[in-house]
């Protein structure tokens, strides 16, 4: 029997009066990768940040397994901590330590201050965090925006038989995950 | 007692310089946490924001704890009290509870990248509010030690005795601040007023409880 690793049925939320997702309903088996696709402002962040639970949905229901990894769009990492020591608050908050700081090539990167870290620096030391501990689930949002070719390939091959939720543009990460593909436009969910 | 005049001076240009290098410098960063309790880990994160980003908020803070020092040196020298621990604490609640105060808004902004982390974790919200408190009374329990024995010393009263109780009470003050101003985030009326109002009764109530012991 294939068990779903995430199950979002009607779920909805609303910044003020506007409507960002409207009554989505999507499940992720176990093992499964999914790629959301939409255009910008379609709802694909909104609705990865809800099934990380970042975010309370307004209606519906959603069910996630504990210890998801989470990747938003713009690396949320305090500025005044060393990478090391936010991968230790990190590990801390999901009881797992770093096991290969070599993954996505952060061993040099431990020792600087998030700071200092270029955009694409930040995104693989989000991604390190996201990956820490081997959570049951990975959502990630735009996981390969900013990375080199050598970091986007590293990416690729980490999330290769993993289960994974990630919202992209990227129609070659799609190819290269043999994801299966929702679309989504104005906040609902297209094709399943 | 003369020579602690330049032996402040110079403590203070010392640490001042020692912070300056080590807690700027990009090359001498040192890594100050370890993978622990998550309390404590959100703690470290904290307090590491009010060492390398807000010190001028942490200056304020000793400031307030120093001036609450010369207060209780001279009350306790000009009129030495029967119970010194009991005027010791009503006449630093006021500092103490301005030392906490003022850390709270870089704590506050230091959580949010860590409440999201908490949220995806499933961390629990008494966590994330322990640790805010703990990130407040951890330098003004300090301060309020400092104070306290500094004071003794001064007015010739206990300084040990004087210094523990002052920093244990800084510790409910701490945590009073911390609870206010989490409250106070979840209210529309919030705002620095509201805040300081809050904190001004929590100074007042410490005040009279200490007074009564």
């Not at chain 1, 962040?45 to 209606?59: K, M, Q």
């Not at chain 2, 010393?153 to 005795?161: D, M, N, Q, S």
């Not at chain 2, 244990?168 to 620095?192: S, T």
Request: net charge positive; proline share 5%; hydrophobic share 50%.
């Amino acid at each position: 029997m294939v068990v779903a690793a995430l199950e979002l049925e009607g779920v909805s939320k609303y910044f003020g009066a506007r409507c960002a997702v409207h009554g989505a309903t999507l499940a992720v088996r176990s093992g499964e990768r999914v790629a959301v696709l939409g255009d910008n402002g379609s709802g694909k962040s909104t609705l990865l940040a809800i099934a990380s639970g970042v975010l309370d949905a307004d209606g519906g229901r959603v069910g996630r397994p504990v210890g998801i990894g989470y990747a938003p769009e713009k690396p949320d990492i305090p500025d005044h901590l060393l990478v090391v020591e936010w991968l230790d608050v990190v590990g801390s908050l999901k009881g797992a330590n770093l096991r290969d700081p070599d993954e996505l090539g952060i061993r040099s990167l431990l020792g600087k201050r998030v700071s200092t870290l270029s955009l694409g620096q930040r995104q693989r030391v989000s991604l390190c965090a996201a990956f820490l501990g081997e959570p049951p689930l990975l959502v990630l949002d735009e996981p390969t925006n900013a990375l080199d070719h050598d970091a986007r390939a590293a990416v690729i091959e980490r999330l290769r038989g993993a289960t994974v939720l990630v919202a992209t543009h990227d129609e070659d990460l799609v190819e290269s995950l043999s994801a299966r593909v929702v679309r989504m436009k104005n906040g609902r969910i297209d094709i399943s | 007692m003369v020579a602690l005049v330049p032996a402040a001076g110079l403590a203070v240009v010392a640490v001042s310089a020692a912070w300056r290098v080590a807690l700027e410098g990009g090359g001498l960063d040192v890594r100050l946490t370890r993978r622990t309790l998550p309390v404590l880990a959100i703690t470290a994160a904290h307090l590491l924001r009010l060492l390398r980003v807000a010190r001028g908020r942490l200056v304020v803070s000793a400031a307030s704890a120093s001036f609450g020092a010369v207060a209780l040196a001279l009350s306790l020298h000009n009129d030495p009290p029967v119970r010194p621990v009991a005027r010791a604490l009503a006449i630093l609640s006021w500092p103490l509870t301005l030392s906490a105060a003022v850390l709270v808004a870089p704590v506050r902004e230091a959580e949010g990248p860590v409440r999201s982390l908490a949220r995806v974790t499933r961390t629990r919200w008494t966590t994330l509010l322990a640790a805010f408190a703990l990130t407040l009374a951890t330098p003004s329990s300090a301060f309020g030690a400092t104070a306290g024995a500094l004071a003794g010393v001064f007015a010739r009263e206990p300084p040990t005795t004087l210094g523990i109780t002052a920093g244990a009470w800084a510790v409910p003050i701490a945590f009073a601040v911390a609870i206010w101003a989490r409250w106070l985030d979840r209210r529309p009326q919030r705002g620095p007023v509201v805040f300081c109002l809050g904190a001004f009764v929590v100074g007042a109530v410490a005040t009279g409880v200490a007074s009564t012991w």
